[in-house]
């Protein structure tokens, strides 16, 4: 199952009320919501240091304060995380990491322009290996594609 | 190893540049931006952003203004009315923190009462 089909499905679960989805694609879907460990979610930003993320929490027994994909990097960065969860501790971990030791080495706070660049630096290295790719891609569009095509690939559609 | 499934939105207000926002993507690219969404509906709030910033610098008027910028254009996106519980929000460059003049260049979340605040002055404004 694509990506793609996963996000239809939830759609029709936020709007069910007009959409009248039948019985058995209700119980199809209450089954992909409870496998599914990420809630859906979007987030967004605009200049002048504001980011926002919006979880639409598909199980409403989980408790909403216990999702959080707003991470402080350093004191004066701050990033919001799209697509797998798991992976974004990842990141934020190594992200963290990264901006601690600038911090250490040069004797101030790590830039946003550099610390973006070092980020996309180690990502770019996984893009190297053939045949890796993508397991949760962060948004729809890339959902399908990266799923085929191995991540350099995809970087090359991306231009 | 496998590349990590996730797009890094970093925001920071830098000493020398200024605000800045950056997006890096799990294949190495990465882009400064005036304003940016990324997840399912990217290119909704993209063009609906493009809109409001056109011919401008950036995102104007106080904190509060790009906060409310920012939940608006969620909120038309999706067509969602947000509770405050729905919604995180990390701001840089927002209010010192014991009320003096000037701008704190540190990153912190707003509470849930500041968000909500944020949500009442959008339903006063409609």
Redesign the interface.
């Given at each position: 199952m694509t990506n793609g089909s996963f996000t239809r499905v939830r759609l029709q679960s936020h709007h069910r009320g007009q959409h009248n989805v039948s019985g058995s694609a209700r119980q199809r879907l209450c089954r992909r919501t409870l496998s599914e460990e990420s809630p859906g979610m979007r987030h967004m930003s605009g200049r002048r240091g504001s980011s926002l993320t919006f979880i639409r929490l598909q199980d409403k027994l989980i408790d909403p304060s216990s999702v959080s994909y707003v991470y402080k990097l350093s004191p004066s960065v701050g990033c919001v995380m799209t697509g797998s969860i798991a992976d974004a501790r990842a990141s934020v971990s190594r992200a963290r990491g990264e901006a601690a030791e600038f911090r250490y080495k040069y004797g101030y706070e790590m830039p946003c322009d550099v610390l973006a660049k070092r980020l996309a630096n180690i990502n770019q290295v996984y893009t190297q290996r053939v045949g890796t790719t993508v397991l949760a891609a962060p948004s729809e569009s890339s959902a399908d594609i990266a799923t085929r095509l191995t991540c350099a690939h995809w970087a090359w559609r991306q231009r | 190893?496998?590349?990590?499934?996730?797009?890094?939105?970093?925001?920071?207000?830098?000493s020398?540049?200024g605000?800045?926002?950056?997006?890096?993507?799990?294949?190495?690219?990465?882009v400064?931006?005036?304003?940016?969404?990324?997840?399912?509906?990217?290119?909704e709030?993209l063009n609906f952003?493009e809109r409001k910033l056109k011919n401008k610098e950036?995102?104007?008027?106080s904190?509060q203004d790009?906060?409310e910028?920012?939940?608006s254009?969620?909120s038309s996106?999706?067509s969602?009315d947000?509770k405050k519980?729905?919604?995180?929000?990390?701001?840089?460059?927002?209010p010192k923190v014991d009320g003096s003049e000037g701008t704190d260049?540190?990153?912190?979340?707003l509470t849930e009462e500041e968000i909500d605040e944020r949500l009442q002055a959008i339903a006063d404004k409609d």
């Open positions: - | 190893m496998r590349p990590l499934g996730v797009a890094t939105t970093l925001i920071s207000v830098d020398e540049y605000p800045q926002l950056f997006k890096c993507d799990p294949a190495g690219y990465y400064g931006y005036k304003a940016t969404a990324s997840g399912p509906k990217t290119q709030a952003l950036c995102a104007e008027g904190w790009v906060v910028l920012g939940i254009t969620l996106v999706l969602v947000f519980g729905e919604l995180e929000i990390g701001i840089v460059g927002g260049s540190g990153f912190r979340a």
